[in-house]
């Protein structure tokens, strides 16, 4: 009986993992749909306005207007001076902007950096070190370095940094004096 029961059990068994063993096969997937693209509207960029051409106008007097006559004096009225004429109207043409003029040769422009160095050099000899606070002695100390780097580019031939390393070590000399 026992044989039976277990037969019958594993009948079961067998029979009910053959019921589910079917596979599955997957849906066929369905097509996205891709909506069409917007409409491209391109705007032509806005030109960038010119500056008007520089004007150069003419002075233009005003005109003159004849004397008033006045009429036969009278010993209680009041006799004003004639007024002077009003100066012509003048309209400034646009002012250029300042610039450094730059010099035109190399030996002018170490010329420019020597002068330079002189005056941050002499600046410097008339600073009391001693005197200075921390800040300032640190300046000094950067003055100092720079002093040296315009040196040594003027004898290497780079005037561009010679001219630029001296400007700041004049200023930076001159503001120790103050």
Same mark, same amino acid.
């Given at each position: 009986?026992?044989?039976?029961?277990?037969?019958?059990?594993?009948?079961?068994?067998?029979?009910?993992?053959?019921?589910?063993?079917? *596979?599955?096969? @997957?849906? #066929?997937? =369905?097509?996205?749909?891709? $909506?069409?693209? %917007? &409409?491209?509207?391109?705007?032509? +960029?806005?030109?960038?306005?010119?500056?008007?051409?520089?004007?150069?106008?003419?002075?233009?007097?005003?005109?003159?207007?004849?004397?008033?006559?006045?009429? *036969?004096?009278? @010993?209680? #009225?009041? =006799?004003?001076?004639?007024? $002077?004429?009003? %100066? &012509?109207?003048?309209?400034?043409? +646009?002012?250029?902007?300042?610039?450094?003029?730059?010099?035109?040769?190399?030996?002018?422009?170490?010329?420019?950096?020597?002068?330079?160095?002189?005056?941050?050099?002499?600046?410097?000899?008339?600073?009391?070190?001693?005197?200075?606070?921390?800040?300032?002695?640190?300046?000094?100390?950067?003055?100092?370095?720079?002093?040296?780097?315009?040196?040594?580019?003027?004898?290497?031939?780079?005037?561009?940094?010679?001219?630029?390393?001296?400007?700041?070590?004049?200023?930076?000399?001159?503001?120790?004096?103050?």
């Amino acid at each position: 009986m026992r044989r039976l029961l277990f037969v019958a059990a594993m009948l079961a068994l067998a029979s009910g993992g053959c019921a589910t063993a079917r *596979a599955k096969t @997957p849906a #066929a997937p =369905t097509a996205l749909e891709v $909506p069409s693209p %917007p &409409p491209r509207i391109i705007v032509p +960029p806005d030109p960038e306005p010119t500056p008007p051409p520089p004007t150069i106008t003419e002075v233009t007097p005003k005109p003159q207007t004849p004397p008033r006559r006045q009429a *036969a004096a009278r @010993p209680d #009225a009041k =006799t004003e001076p004639p007024r $002077p004429a009003e %100066p &012509p109207v003048v309209t400034a043409a +646009p002012t250029a902007t300042l610039q450094q003029a730059l010099p035109t040769t190399a030996s002018e422009a170490a010329r420019q950096v020597r002068e330079l160095l002189t005056r941050a050099k002499e600046d410097l000899k008339r600073v009391n070190y001693a005197a200075l606070s921390a800040d300032a002695k640190s300046q000094y100390d950067t003055a100092s370095r720079f002093v040296a780097q315009a040196d040594q580019a003027l004898k290497e031939g780079n005037l561009v940094f010679a001219a630029k390393v001296a400007d700041k070590a004049a200023g930076l000399a001159a503001s120790l004096l103050r």
